[in-house]
DNA sequence: GCCAACGTTGGC
DNA sequence: GCCAACGTTGGC
């Protein structure tokens, strides 16, 4: 039996690591959620999901990608390595606050940036378009990943 | 437990 | 660079 697959939309700053470094390096331990909500959502994650990949902080914002969850949730390695910006004394190995999964990617999308993914009706309740928001990893309905897969196909 | 101060995110 | 929104921290 096939497990169901969920969706996911995940942000990445572009000038940092965008969807073009992903395709150059194949895999890649998404590193550096110090959210717990965003941490929260990682965990629930499964070998398999699928993901927009989704450029913040850019000129312009929007989708970039999809990207496939290759690896289950696992400690993210840069929280024990003191010369990391993502360093937390806090967590310690038999106890680690965050989790990271491994992505490779899967289609590249044409760009939809921020503003066309307004305008598409399946997401006026889609959280990444909410108000204030600034949550970088969020679960995506069926519809809401289609909407933007199609915008982008 | 409250809340002010501060830091970060992310669009513009 | 600005600033609104939000999360976290720490004094009390």
Request: charged residues 25%.
């Amino acid at each position: 039996m096939v497990g169901l697959v969920a969706y996911w939309l995940m942000k990445s700053e572009p000038d940092v690591f965008g969807y073009e470094d992903l395709v150059r390096v194949k895999r890649e331990g998404w590193d550096g959620v110090r959210n717990y909500q965003a941490r929260n959502f990682i965990r629930q994650m499964s070998k398999g999901d699928l993901a927009i990949f989704y450029h913040s902080n850019a000129t312009p914002p929007g989708a970039a990608g999809i990207c496939r969850i290759v690896s289950r949730p696992e400690p993210d390695p840069t929280q024990f390595d003191p010369t990391s910006k993502y360093y937390d004394p806090k967590s310690t190995a038999a106890e680690p606050r965050w989790d990271w999964v491994v992505v490779a990617p899967k289609k590249r999308l044409n760009f939809v940036p921020l503003d066309t993914l307004r305008e598409i009706p399946e997401l006026v309740d889609c959280r990444l378009l909410a108000k204030g928001n600034r949550l970088s990893v969020m679960p995506l309905t069926d519809a809401e990943f289609d909407a933007i897969v199609d915008a982008g196909s």
